[in-house]
C-alpha cells in the first residue's frame, strides 16, 4: 500500500457509542494530522502529532481523543458524540524538515462519520 | 485571527483560463499551499508559494503577493477533469495550516 490510508472509510454510530478511527501512512513522513471538513465550512485542523508527540490541539472536545502510537499510524477515538459531530475526518501526513517537499500534506480519502 | 477568503463557486468553459483568488490574514506566515479536491476524495496537493511571484507548473500557475495577503491560481486550457474544488490553505506558526472554504468550479462543454 502507498499514501495515506483510512479506515473505515464509512461509519455510522449512535450517540453512546465508542469507536475508533484509523490512519496509517507509507511515506516516511514524521508529522501526522486530524481534520474535521463540514458541509459548507473549512478544513478545521483538530490534531497535530510531530515524531508521535502531541503538538497542536486545537481546541477539541475531549469526546475526541487522538492516539499515535508510533509516526505510522494515528488514531480517533470516539465517544459520546454528538449528532453535530457527523463529518469527513481526514487524516494528512508531512515531512516536517527538509527540502521542497515539507509540509506539503498528503491526505488520507478519509472517514464518514455520521452520528444518530 | 485567522481568516482565509475565497468565491465560493466559479463557473468556466472547456478550454478557457480561469483565475481563483484567495486573500489570507493569519498570524504568521510560513507557505500558501492550493489543493485540489474532488468530490468525495481526498484533496491533493497543486502548488507551493512562499516568496512573492509566479509558480508555474503545467497547465496550472499560483501567484502570491505577501503584501497584499493576496495569492490566486490559474488554471489554463480547462479540461472537464478540472471541475473540483480548489482549497487555498496558509501555514502559520508550527504546524497549523489553516484553510479557506474553497471555491466550487464547473467546467462546462
Known amino acids: 500500500e502507498t499514501g495515506v490510508t483510512q479506515t473505515p472509510r464509512h461509519l455510522v454510530m449512535g450517540m453512546t457509542n465508542k469507536k475508533s478511527l484509523k490512519c496509517e501512512q507509507h511515506?516516511?513522513?514524521?508529522?501526522m494530522y486530524w481534520y474535521k471538513q463540514s458541509a459548507k465550512k473549512p478544513l478545521e485542523l483538530m490534531f497535530v502529532?510531530?515524531?508521535?508527540?502531541?503538538?497542536e490541539n486545537n481546541s477539541v472536545p475531549s469526546r475526541f481523543s487522538p492516539e499515535c502510537p508510533n509516526s505510522s499510524h494515528l488514531f480517533l477515538h470516539l465517544h459520546t458524540l454528538q449528532p453535530e459531530d457527523s463529518a469527513l475526518y481526514l487524516c494528512?501526513?508531512?515531512?516536517?524538515?527538509?527540502?521542497?517537499?515539507?509540509?506539503?500534506?498528503?491526505f488520507g480519502a478519509g472517514s464518514r462519520l455520521t452520528v444518530l | 485571527g485567522q481568516n482565509i477568503d475565497q468565491p465560493t463557486e466559479m463557473t468556466a468553459t472547456e478550454g478557457a483560463i480561469v483565475q481563483i483568488n484567495c486573500t489570507y490574514q493569519?498570524?504568521?506566515?510560513?507557505?500558501l499551499f492550493w489543493y485540489q479536491q474532488h468530490a468525495g476524495e481526498a484533496p491533493t496537493f497543486l502548488s507551493y508559494?512562499?516568496?512573492?511571484g509566479l509558480e508555474e507548473k503545467g497547465r496550472f500557475s499560483s501567484f502570491l503577493s505577501r503584501s497584499k495577503g493576496y495569492s490566486y491560481l490559474l488554471l489554463k486550457e480547462l479540461q472537464m477533469k478540472d471541475s473540483a474544488s480548489y482549497l487555498c490553505?496558509?501555514?502559520?506558526?508550527?504546524?497549523?495550516?489553516?484553510f479557506g472554504p474553497g471555491t466550487r468550479l464547473s467546467v462546462l462543454p
Open positions: 494528512a501526513s508531512s515531512q516536517r524538515t527538509g527540502g521542497p517537499g515539507a509540509n506539503v500534506l498528503t
Open positions: 511515506l516516511g513522513h514524521n508529522a
Open positions: 502529532y510531530n515524531f508521535k508527540e502531541q503538538t
Open positions: 493569519t498570524s504568521g506566515f510560513n507557505g
Open positions: 508559494n512562499v516568496l512573492d
Open positions: 490553505a496558509v501555514k502559520g506558526y508550527g504546524q497549523n495550516f489553516v
